[in-house]
């Protein structure tokens, strides 16, 4: 599971490799050769010495298994003047490679990064590389259910480029809609509980756990608990593992929108038997009523 921005962006690409194409006429406007299939290769390459050069991520377009467009992505989180150096060595080797147009194209989650980015690269005289960028203002918001539904990548793409910026309740409250399409949709969203700051993934969770009556699990979610029993192992051994599992009850009630009552909640938050405040948690995850998970003590 990817664990941090840059990853999860080069794993979007790689999940589906035509997303880097799309973006790159409806965003960029490039008009792409007539090609019939994209795929992902390695960003190794091992022709050039010293053997230390590699790609975030190369797609290839190819028509008739010919190519007819290597684009070269790459993620960059901020500025570093290396690059100058290196991504003109990984165009002209792989335009040598595979004897075709070969763009780079920068994916920049924030646009001071993008705005870096953007300078031209004098590699000769005569010989200059602009590096086609995509910040999060070129990234589509994509908020309605129904868009999310036909392209998971797109909106999933769009909760991180836009994670920070008033758009993004909206997207996620689309991207929440797909959890329970497909095994591909929930591993998109897996994807973006990666990638957003913890509060508002945390925030997203909630939706995710609201959207349908079958218990949604993901890497984050596991993590989620984990932070929980940390905070309270911090105030002390048993007594703070149960705090920890206490308040992560309490955050699944109210996220599958079961309003407790103070004595119940008085109760929970009391309790310090690990094994009863588990099994509350367990049926909690299906449960569509109180009764389903404390019995009488609801009443």
């Not at 190819?62 to 467009?69: C, F, H, Q, Y």
């Not at 797909?178 to 508002?200: E, F, Q």
Request: with cysteine; proline share 6%; charged share 25%.
């Amino acid at each position: 599971m990817p664990s941090s921005v840059h990853e999860v962006l080069i794993e979007l690409v790689r999940r589906r490799p035509t997303l880097v194409a799309e973006l790159l006429t409806s965003t960029l406007g490039l008009a792409l050769p007539e090609f019939d299939h994209a795929r992902v290769d390695s960003g190794d390459l091992p022709d050039i010495e010293p053997t230390g050069y590699r790609a975030d991520l190369v797609v290839t377009l190819t028509d008739a298994d010919v190519p007819v467009l290597g684009i070269v992505v790459e993620v960059q989180l901020q500025r570093d003047d290396d690059k100058a150096w290196s991504w003109p060595v990984y165009l002209t080797t792989l335009r040598a490679r595979l004897r075709c147009l070969v763009p780079l194209v920068v994916v920049c989650p924030n646009e001071r990064a993008a705005g870096h980015c953007r300078r031209p690269i004098t590699v000769a005289p005569g010989f200059t590389l602009s590096p086609m960028v995509l910040s999060p203002a070129d990234v589509p918001v994509v908020s309605d259910t129904h868009t999310a539904h036909e392209r998971p990548d797109l909106a999933a793409l769009s909760a991180i480029a836009h994670r920070n910026d008033p758009e993004r309740d909206s997207i996620l409250t689309a991207l929440a809609a797909t959890a329970h399409d497909s095994a591909d949709g929930k591993r998109y969203i897996d994807l973006v509980l990666a990638a957003l700051p913890k509060a508002a993934a945390r925030h997203f969770l909630e939706m995710l756990m609201t959207t349908d009556t079958s218990p949604y699990y993901s890497q984050y979610f596991k993590q989620l608990y984990a932070d929980g029993m940390a905070e309270g192992e911090a105030i002390g051994h048993a007594k703070g593992e149960a705090k920890g599992e206490a308040k992560a009850l309490l955050t699944m009630l109210g996220a599958r929108g079961l309003a407790v009552p103070a004595v119940l909640t008085a109760e929970i938050e009391a309790c310090t038997d690990h094994a009863r405040l588990t099994e509350w948690i367990t049926r909690a995850a299906t449960a569509s009523a109180l009764e389903e998970i404390f019995g009488d003590r609801t009443q």
